[in-house]
Every structure is written in structure tokens, then in C-alpha cells.
């Protein structure tokens, strides 16, 4: 076994616990039943190291095999990394025949040695491509350095969602990927978060339902905050509160919102705290700020401010539509007759 | 004056942890060296009981007088105190640094063997700051709490820095929401250096209370665009090009030159705020 494998090997079950690099090895098919089942005999990760290089010696696995385990750990804890979408835009020979995975990994494999020295892995897994680019790249000191970018296709929604990859590299990646899948053109979407299931549903417009397509959702609002109630509170404020949560619904719908991480507003407008700053007024210059919501769940966040009197609903377009829109950066500028005035 | 300018620029560029301290009953500038041999036996002997292998190579301590921090005429002098560890003697492992920057005057009525140094900030691993806060609390017989910073204080920072900015970064002002909010919302405000120097100074012409007016005024801002109400929210945190700080009393300073305005409204800190748990 080669050593670069044999490290790569030791680091993915060092970073599991005992039942996940289990689960792992299972799903990825180059152990015996028999071995697997010697394996769970292992109480510690040091004893699984050493009985997994035994039997990898023992199998002659290779680079490529133990990079494909990788790639199935990035599957398993895909929510480490940071997911950026692609659009990919005019699709060509339609009558093709469709993506297989052997056929895309020659084929990423081929184009990619124009640039560099690099090694392929793809696995199709639960209808999405999964592919890992380990890029080799000589650092100052000569010596060889490996980088590895993420790729996750969707062949459905037609969008490629990249882990971060070097700038110097990034458009040549991108331009193997487009021509790989049979696409004409690629586009960045100013889409991205750690979880790969919610972006995928924003861009394949699954998670736009809202309330307005189901009047009886209001109506379910109106019973739940009567459910809710403690009798022994008397509620002054209950016809606002029953607007308020009957337009969160109207907005962002009774289904849990796509988890992302983070919307950022960029505002090049005029300043607008005029009533308690009127001297500004004067000032006609665009007031630059940036604008950064963060939570786990950012639209779950935004969408409970209303209900707990954080902010006036209905709230803005661009914080109740982010899912419709497919994005989560935005930059907000006033109309140009305005800033002439 | 070049050793002041040292000590001045050895404190800055540091994550410091602000704390409270009681007066101190007994303590004596003459006695430093002493204090620094009983701090240091004390940490030996601590190890000792708690059986840390990793940090049984024993240590150093110093306990010294900190020039030019004693601005106030009835202010008394700045103390440092460094914990070395024995393997590496050029950098300290933990530093405190007790000063009284221009308290208020309530704070200045203190009989005879009592000494005021009620600001305390500490840089280095909580295990070293728990085990010199006991030896502290027990020679001295005082108390050592943490320093809350509360929201409208940090907004009175950022207003000041607003107007002393001479780098070019933005003001960044951190709001975190109430408890009720699913998962915590944070949201950060990042204001362009000149826009920031441009508002204070609007904010300066009106005459009402200005620092008030210059967080209102972002808030308003804010609202316009997403109908957020700040005011409601907990502001966390503020930094700038001169420093940052945040509400759990976390201060980093980035340059020596606003270094002692920024000690003076810390204390001034100490003594309008509540004194929290355990003081």
C-alpha cells in the first residue's frame, strides 16, 4: 500500500467516531462481509487503524480506492464544508446518452490533465454526482502539495454546488465541469451555506411553497396561537399578534425553511435614519454599509422576528423571498432618479 | 519616555478580559518582590495537587510597577503581573495588568489600608486567571468579578471611535437576539470608515446626546431597509481601526495612542454598573 494512501486511510477513520468509519467502510464496498465483521470486533480507533491497513495491504487498495472513501466521508459530513452553486446554462446533444459515472470520471480525468496534475474520483449517490479533484501542485520549496475540491451535480436541477478551490485554479475547474456535464456555459450564483440538502432545494425551487398557496394555513395559525395560550393571561395585544403570525405564514409558509447560514445585504444607499439625524439630509452621498444576518438557521431566524415583536411585518421583500430568489447576497442600491434629485 | 512608549505598545493587539476588583486590604508597593514569591509558590503548589503532567516544568513570576498609566493625580500606580512558564522564559504565559485610570469620585473615599486598582485586565489561559484570582482574592481580601459591558456603553464606544478613526476599516456593530428567536440571530452592521466619520460629525452640529443619536440614527437606518427593530435587540459587540469590545468584557486595543482613554472609560464603567454575582 502506497504511504500517501495509508495516511489519507488513517486520517478518515482518526476523524470518525468507532460506529461512523463502521458505517463508512460498509458503504464502501471494497471489504469482505467477513472483514467487516473481524472489524467490529475493534474496541479502540487505534486497533481499527491498524486492522484496516491489514486488510487494505491485504486487498491491494490503491490511491484511487481510499480516495473514494474520502469522498464518501465528505458525503457523510458534508455540513463541514462550504457550498458555493453553479448554474450550468445550455444544455448540448440532448439525444446523449445520459451522465454515467465511470464514463464522467474518464472523462473530468482527460480534460483536467491540460492543466493539471490531478486525480478524479466520482460516485453517484442518491440521484446527485459526487465528485473529488485532488489537484497536485508544486509548492516553493519543490515540493509536491495536494489540494482536493469538492463537486456535487444535480443532474435535474441542472446546478453544481463547489467546495472553495484556488482562484488561480478555479476557472480552468470550472470549464472542465461545464464541458464534462454537457453544458455550453457556467455562472456563479450568489447561493451558498453548509447545507447542501437546503441548497438544493432552493435552487430547484422546491422550497418556495408559502402560505398563499394554502388559505386554510392562516386559519391553522389562528388555532395554534389559541392552543398556546395560557388562560390565565390576558392578551391586549391579540388582533396585532393574530395579523402578525397570519402574514409570517402568508410569507414564508408552515414548511421549515432551507437551512443557511448567513444573508448579506451590501446597501448603497442614502442614509435613511433622517428623523433622528435630520442633518444629514444634506448630504446626498450614498452611506455604505454591509448588512449580515447569521444564525444556524437564518430564514427560521428571520422568519420568528415578526412573531416575537423583533421587527414590523410584513417584513421586506428580500428577507421573506430569499428561497424564490435563490440567493443569499444582495446588494441594495437607491433608483438612479432618486440619487440625481 | 521610550520605555513608556514599550510598555504602552506591549499592551496593545492583545485579546484582554476586563474584570472588577475590590479595594485591596494590606497591599504594599514596596512589597512586590515578596507578593511575585508567593504567587509563584502558590501556582507550584497548585500544580502540584492537581497533578497536570503537561505543566510540571514549574514557573516564573513578576510582579512590577507599570509606568505612565497613573494619569489622575490621585491616581495610584499601575501593576503588572507576568507568569512565565520555565520552558520558554522570554514570553510571559499570563499577564494582568491592575490599574485605576480616573475613577469616578465615589470610588476615591477609601480609608488608609485599603488600595484602589479596581480595573483589572487579564490576557492568557483561564487556568492560570482561576488560580491567581484565589491567591489574589485570599491575600488581599478582596474580590475579583467579571466586568459586563452593557449595550449602551459599547454604543458610546463605537461613537468615540467612530470619530478617532484613522485607519481605514469599518465600524462593525454586532446586535444578537433575545432568547425567544429560533437558533439566535446575529446580525452585523459593517459601516464604511468615512460614512461613520461623516455621520459623528452630523451627529456632533445637533447639540442633543450625541452617542445616543449616532446608534438611533444606524438603527433608523437599519429599520428603513428591513423593518428590524435593533433597539429591541442586545448590542454584543462593536470594533473598529482603534479597537474592539464586547458586551462579556472583552477589549482589544490596536493602537498605544487611545489605549488610556480607553482604561479611563472602563473604569468609568466600574462604578455605574451594578456589581454583578460574587462582588
Same mark, same amino acid.
Given at each position: 500500500?502506497? $504511504?500517501?494512501?495509508?495516511?489519507? $486511510?488513517?486520517?478518515?477513520?482518526? #476523524? ?57 466521508? @465528505? ?43 490531478? =486525480? ?98 392562516? =386559519? ?59 442633518? =444629514? ?44 430568489? *435563490? ?15 | ?72 493625580? #490621585? ?117 464604511? #470608515? ?65 489605549? @488610556? ?11 455605574? $454598573?451594578?456589581?454583578?454575582? *460574587?462582588?
Amino acid at each position: 500500500m502506497e $504511504l500517501d494512501a495509508w495516511i489519507i $486511510l488513517r486520517q478518515l477513520i482518526v #476523524r470518525c467516531r468507532l460506529g461512523q468509519s463502521m458505517k463508512l467502510l460498509d458503504s464502501w464496498g471494497y471489504m469482505s462481509r467477513k472483514q467487516l465483521q473481524n472489524l467490529k470486533r475493534c474496541r479502540s480507533k487505534l486497533a481499527l487503524v491498524s486492522a484496516v491497513g491489514q486488510i487494505a495491504e491485504e486487498n491491494d487498495i490503491g490511491l484511487q480506492q481510499v480516495m473514494e472513501l474520502e469522498l464518501l466521508y @465528505v458525503q457523510l459530513f458534508s455540513k463541514q464544508k462550504t457550498w458555493r452553486a453553479f448554474k450550468l446554462t445550455g444544455p448540448q446533444n440532448l439525444m446523449a446518452e445520459p451522465i454515467n459515472q465511470e464514463r464522467l470520471r474518464a472523462d473530468l480525468q482527460n480534460k483536467l490533465s491540460l492543466f493539471f496534475k490531478s =486525480m478524479v474520483v466520482v460516485r453517484e449517490i442518491q440521484r446527485a454526482f459526487w465528485i473529488q479533484i485532488s489537484i497536485q501542485e508544486k509548492s516553493s520549496k519543490a515540493k509536491l502539495r495536494r489540494y482536493t475540491v469538492h463537486a456535487v451535480f444535480y443532474p435535474l436541477s441542472a446546478h453544481i454546488f463547489l467546495t472553495f478551490a484556488k482562484s488561480s485554479a478555479q476557472d480552468h475547474l470550472l470549464q472542465v465541469l461545464h464541458l464534462a456535464l454537457n453544458y455550453r456555459n457556467i455562472e456563479m450564483v450568489v447561493l451558498g451555506g453548509h447545507c447542501l440538502e437546503s441548497l438544493s432545494r432552493i435552487v430547484s425551487n422546491e422550497a418556495n411553497m408559502c402560505g398563499l398557496q394554502n388559505p386554510s394555513l392562516a =386559519m391553522m395559525s389562528k388555532h395554534n396561537i389559541e392552543a398556546e395560550t395560557d388562560p390565565r393571561i390576558t392578551d391586549e395585544n391579540k388582533k396585532d399578534k393574530e395579523r402578525t403570525m397570519a402574514l409570517t405564514h402568508q410569507s414564508f409558509g408552515n414548511q421549515p425553511q432551507p437551512v443557511l447560514e448567513e444573508l448579506v445585504f451590501t446597501l448603497d444607499t442614502r442614509f435613511h435614519g433622517l428623523i433622528t439625524i435630520p442633518a =444629514m439630509k444634506e448630504s446626498t452621498d450614498v452611506f455604505s454599509t454591509k448588512v449580515r444576518f447569521q444564525s444556524k438557521n437564518v430564514l427560521e431566524a428571520v422568519k420568528s422576528l415578526g412573531i416575537h415583536g423583533l421587527a414590523k411585518t410584513p417584513l421586506p421583500y428580500t428577507l421573506r423571498m430569499v428561497p424564490q430568489l *435563490g440567493r443569499n447576497s444582495f446588494r441594495i442600491s437607491e433608483r438612479k432618479k432618486k440619487l440625481q434629485e | 519616555y521610550f520605555c513608556f512608549l514599550k510598555a504602552m505598545k506591549s499592551l496593545t493587539k492583545k485579546h484582554f478580559h476586563a474584570y472588577r476588583v475590590s479595594p485591596l486590604c494590606m497591599f504594599s508597593y514596596p512589597r512586590l518582590q515578596h507578593y511575585a514569591q508567593m504567587l509563584e509558590t502558590f501556582l507550584t503548589a497548585e500544580v502540584k495537587c492537581a497533578g497536570d503532567p503537561t505543566t510540571n516544568s514549574g514557573f516564573h513570576t513578576n510582579i512590577s510597577v507599570f509606568p505612565g498609566l497613573a494619569t489622575g493625580q #490621585r491616581d495610584p500606580e499601575a501593576i503588572l503581573i507576568q507568569i512565565f512558564c520555565k520552558q520558554e522564559q522570554k514570553r510571559p504565559a499570563w499577564e494582568g495588568l491592575l490599574c485605576s485610570v480616573e475613577p469616578e469620585p465615589s470610588y476615591l473615599t477609601v480609608c488608609m489600608p485599603f488600595v484602589l486598582l479596581p480595573l483589572l485586565l487579564v490576557h492568557g489561559p483561564k487556568k492560570f486567571t482561576t488560580a491567581w484570582k484565589t491567591w489574589f482574592e485570599r491575600t488581599f481580601d478582596c474580590c475579583v468579578s467579571p466586568l459586563v459591558i452593557p449595550s449602551y456603553e459599547l454604543a458610546w464606544m463605537a461613537a468615540l471611535w467612530a470619530g478617532a478613526m484613522s485607519v481605514p476599516r469599518t465600524l462593525d456593530l454586532q446586535w444578537s437576539s433575545p432568547p425567544p428567536v429560533s437558533d439566535g440571530l446575529h446580525i452585523t452592521m459593517s459601516v464604511n #470608515r468615512n460614512d461613520a466619520l461623516r455621520l459623528w460629525d452630523c451627529v456632533h452640529t445637533s447639540g442633543e446626546e450625541e452617542v445616543g443619536l449616532f446608534k438611533q440614527g444606524l438603527e433608523e437606518h437599519i429599520f428603513h431597509h428591513f423593518h428590524v427593530i435593533l433597539d429591541a435587540m442586545i448590542l454584543e459587540s462593536v470594533s473598529s481601526g482603534v479597537a474592539s469590545a464586547n458586551n462579556s468584557g472583552h477589549i482589544k486595543v490596536l493602537f498605544h495612542k487611545p489605549l @488610556v482613554h480607553i482604561l479611563v472609560a472602563s473604569s468609568y464603567l466600574l462604578d455605574i $454598573l451594578i456589581p454583578t454575582k *460574587g462582588s
